[in-house]
């Protein structure tokens, strides 16, 4: 089993900043994969940015080009999402989650194994 927490989330104003961090524990070793998803409330689920462990590999979404960076530090097992220009719209909480079975990106949040509980980010106007 894999644990996943995650933390840095806030209430920021458009135009700020914040880095999410998503620590890892217990079966470390199988992860492949690491993504972060939102959803805002009535919306589905949506995938915002993934990073390969094993190759960094790294994929966005296109509304977060530009402004979102994944990172990953695999002697701490843990991974960040660095949030820069942040406009209202990217309310939302945000997950992460782990893959054990691909060791590319994938999109669809159903191939993922494990979530963490969730931050919430509120961007203000």
């Known amino acids: 089993q894999v644990q996943l927490v995650e933390s840095g989330g806030g209430l920021v104003q458009a135009g700020g900043s914040l880095r999410l961090s998503c620590a890892a524990s217990?079966?470390?070793?199988?992860?492949?994969?690491v993504g972060w998803f939102r959803q805002a409330p009535g919306k589905e689920r949506e995938f915002v940015a993934g990073?390969?462990?094993?190759?960094?590999?790294?994929y966005y979404t296109d509304s977060v080009k530009g402004r979102f960076t994944i990172s990953t530090d695999n002697a701490k097992n843990t991974v960040y999402l660095q949030m820069n220009s942040l406009k209202p719209e990217d309310t939302a909480v945000y997950y992460c989650?782990?893959?054990?079975?691909?060791?590319?990106?994938?999109?669809?949040?159903?191939?993922?194994?494990?979530w963490g509980q969730g931050t919430q980010v509120t961007v203000s106007s």
């Open positions: 217990g079966r470390t070793y199988s992860i492949l994969v």
């Open positions: 989650a782990a893959d054990k079975s691909r060791m590319a990106v994938t999109t669809t949040p159903r191939t993922y194994d494990y």
């Open positions: 990073i390969s462990r094993s190759t960094g590999s790294t």
